[in-house]
C-alpha cells in the first residue's frame, strides 16, 4: 500500500508558474504508474499527465501540453507537475494517484489507479 500526499499548490496570477509535488509512503514507489489528475465542483475528475514506474514514458492531456511537465525522483519518493503559463480555466484541486503496474502503460482513467491523495487546490486567477 502507498500513502501520497500533495503539495505546492496556492494562488497566481495568469501566466505564472506552480510546481506541485506528490510524496509517497512506501518502499515500492518506484513500481508505480504516478498519475495527476484534476476536479473542479460539477465535474468529473480530469486526467492531466502520467508518469511510467521508469520514467521514461510521460503521456499528457491536449490541453496541458506544452505548459506542464511531469517527472519523478524515486529516490526521494516523490513525483512533480511543474505547471508554466497557468490559465484562469487550470483552477481545480489537483490530485496525485499510482497505479502498480510492471509495464510502460499508463491509464487515462481514474478507475486505472489505485490510490489518491487528499489533492491541493490551485487557483488562477486572470
Known amino acids: 500500500q502507498v500513502q501520497l500526499v500533495e503539495s505546492g499548490g496556492g494562488l497566481v496570477q495568469a501566466g505564472a508558474s506552480l510546481r506541485l509535488s506528490c510524496a509517497a509512503s512506501?518502499?515500492?514507489?518506484?513500481?508505480?504508474?504516478m498519475g495527476w489528475f484534476r476536479q473542479t465542483p460539477g465535474k468529473e475528475r480530469e486526467f492531466v499527465a502520467g508518469i511510467s514506474w521508469s520514467g521514461r514514458s510521460t503521456l499528457y492531456a491536449d490541453s496541458v501540453k506544452g505548459r506542464f511537465t511531469i517527472s519523478r525522483d524515486n529516490a526521494k519518493n516523490t513525483v512533480y507537475l511543474q505547471m508554466n503559463s497557468l490559465k484562469p480555466e487550470d483552477t481545480a484541486v489537483f490530485c496525485c494517484a499510482a497505479d502498480l503496474r510492471v509495464d510502460e502503460g499508463i491509464p487515462r482513467a481514474v478507475a486505472g489507479y489505485d490510490y489518491w491523495g487528499q489533492g491541493t487546490q490551485v487557483t488562477v486567477s486572470s
Open positions: 512506501g518502499r515500492t514507489f518506484s513500481r508505480y504508474t
